[in-house]
């Protein structure tokens, strides 16, 4: 299908589901979803919730506000306690499940209280060929997936978004902080909170798209390849090294790979993923 086709796909997704909770996080997807649902169905018969918990990135909250006021929606924070749970504390392999299907008890008990018949969220095409724990947890709860049931891909929901004149369009992705440590490193609201500060501090000096790994002690940054130049010279080097040391790191690094989606995946096998989807 053409990106057209998909799109009233999705439009028909919509009507067929009726009044929605749309799990928002003001990212590239969820974003795009919501537009689509409000311009489907009304403002009305819409509702957007967005996770505040510790795992959340902090900057996403009075962006994510600004969008759904500009789209005329009401937006719910949903206060989530993630580091409750000790199967996502310990951090294994199986994290994003424990922490979707927290999210998912969530949002539908929300959608029962307030009269919504479902809860949606913005898990794409791509997403279903990538490891995602978390996708098994959605799936479980039977919560609908719209825009890969429309087949739309990351590409096509930027795309889209341009059409729409979403100010989302080409903003990097910026999933959970906990995707930032180590599985087998235990997650902490400390943890948290030091990659949340670097990465806000390395957007301030003007760097796009990029991670702050949180290896106990060291700091590994990643950062697009043809910015590595600029943050290993002066004063940029002295000033990260002297920030991130402020927030508790011995060591600072950078990657020489550069930033990469799924980098926290790359040390499993596959027959480790295999058995942490089966744990699910």
């Known amino acids: 299908m053409n990106l057209k086709d998909k799109r009233e796909s999705l439009r028909h997704i919509f009507r ?3 009044r929605v909770v749309v799990a928002f996080s003001g990212g590239v997807d969820s974003t795009c979803l919501l537009k689509v ?4 169905l009304g403002a009305d018969n819409v509702l957007a919730c967005i996770s505040a918990g510790a795992s959340e990135p902090s900057h ?3 962006r994510a506000a600004a969008l759904a006021r500009d789209m005329g929606v009401e937006l719910q924070t949903v206060e989530t306690d993630e580091l409750d749970d000790p199967q996502f504390a310990s951090n294994q392999a199986d994290r994003c499940f424990h922490c979707k299907s927290h999210l998912c008890e969530t949002l539908l008990e929300i959608a029962r209280q307030r009269g919504f018949a479902h809860v949606v969220f913005g ?4 997403d279903l060929d990538d490891f ?9 709860f039977g919560i609908r997936s719209p825009l890969a049931e429309a087949g739309l891909t990351k590409e096509d929901i930027r795309q889209l978004s ?4 979403l100010p989302t369009a080409d903003i990097p992705s910026s999933p959970c902080l906990a995707s930032r440590i180590p599985y087998g490193l235990e997650v902490t609201e400390k943890r948290l909170r030091q990659v949340d500060e670097a990465e806000a501090f390395l957007r301030e000096l003007g760097f796009v ?6 290896h106990d002690t060291v700091a590994r940054i990643e950062v697009r390849p043809d910015d590595i130049a600029r943050i290993t010279a002066e004063p940029v080097r002295a000033q990260v090294i002297e920030r991130l040391k402020s927030l508790g790191f011995k060591f600072v690094t950078v990657d020489l790979q550069g930033f990469r989606s799924g980098a926290l995946n ?3 096998s596959e027959q480790a993923k295999q058995a942490a989807l089966e744990r699910t």
């Open 266 to 268: 790359e040390p499993l």
């Open 123 to 126: 898990t794409n095409h791509d």
């Open 132 to 140: 995602r724990p978390g996708n098994r947890a959605i799936a479980s």
């Open 60 to 62: 996403q909250l009075e």
């Open 162 to 165: 341009r059409q729409l004149g």
């Open 37 to 40: 649902a409000v311009d489907t």
């Open 209 to 214: 798209e990029l991670r702050v790994r949180h």
């Open 16 to 18: 067929d589901l009726g």
